[in-house]
């Protein structure tokens, strides 16, 4: 049987089981991927979400949020703009590819704001994470976000200087990523 929203209480989200609570979390996303509309009028218990300071909450709620993009006719994931932007500075990897996927999903299902996505996903290589790895894992995600809308672009240019400099990444998989986003665009090294 199909995960629904009617099989779902979104109280399950404050359990204090973590089966219950987890499992709930888990249902919500397959909801979102699959049927995005049926979980769009509780956008705004996913947006309180965003402060939880239950990191796995917090990270279903980027997701869901990026994915109720696809539906959102009222603008309020638009609203959420400056909140998603600001989670690819936090100085957390998981978080910030979380965010790099919301915002990503955002720039697909809404191509008004994909100037202002790529902006701010570009800015990534110049935030601190905790590691230098972890800023390279996130710069991979980046590639790959700014592939998956590629043809859309306006600028670019300033995008393949971007991946052309991560061809000299340390991370090899950060490296391959930026060869194929050349490939793909026809701007090899």
């Known amino acids: 049987m199909a995960t629904s929203i009617q099989n779902i209480n979104l109280i399950d989200l404050s359990s204090r089981n973590p089966k219950i609570k987890y499992g709930c979390a888990r249902d919500l996303l397959a909801i979102a991927k699959g049927s995005p509309s049926e979980l769009y009028p ?28 696809k539906v959102d006719e009222e603008g309020k994931v638009d609203k959420l703009m400056g909140k998603l932007s600001g989670l690819l500075n936090t100085g957390n990897m998981i978080t910030a590819n979380h965010a790099i996927a919301a915002l990503t999903d955002i720039a697909v299902s809404k191509p008004e704001f994909q100037n202002k996505i790529t902006a701010e996903l570009l800015k990534v290589e110049h935030y601190d994470y905790d590691t230098d790895e972890c800023r390279n894992i996130a710069l991979g995600k980046v590639i790959l976000a700014l592939g998956s809308y590629s043809d ?9 200087e971007f991946v052309r400099r991560q061809t000299e990444n340390t991370r090899n998989a950060t490296r391959k990523k930026a060869e194929q986003f050349l490939r793909k665009v026809g701007k090899g090294k």
């Open 152 to 160: 859309q672009l306006e600028d670019k240019k300033t995008v393949v």
């Open 42 to 69: 509780h956008i705004d218990h996913f947006v309180e979400l965003l402060d939880s300071e239950n990191s796995i909450l917090r990270w279903t709620a980027i997701d869901v949020i990026g994915l109720l993009s």
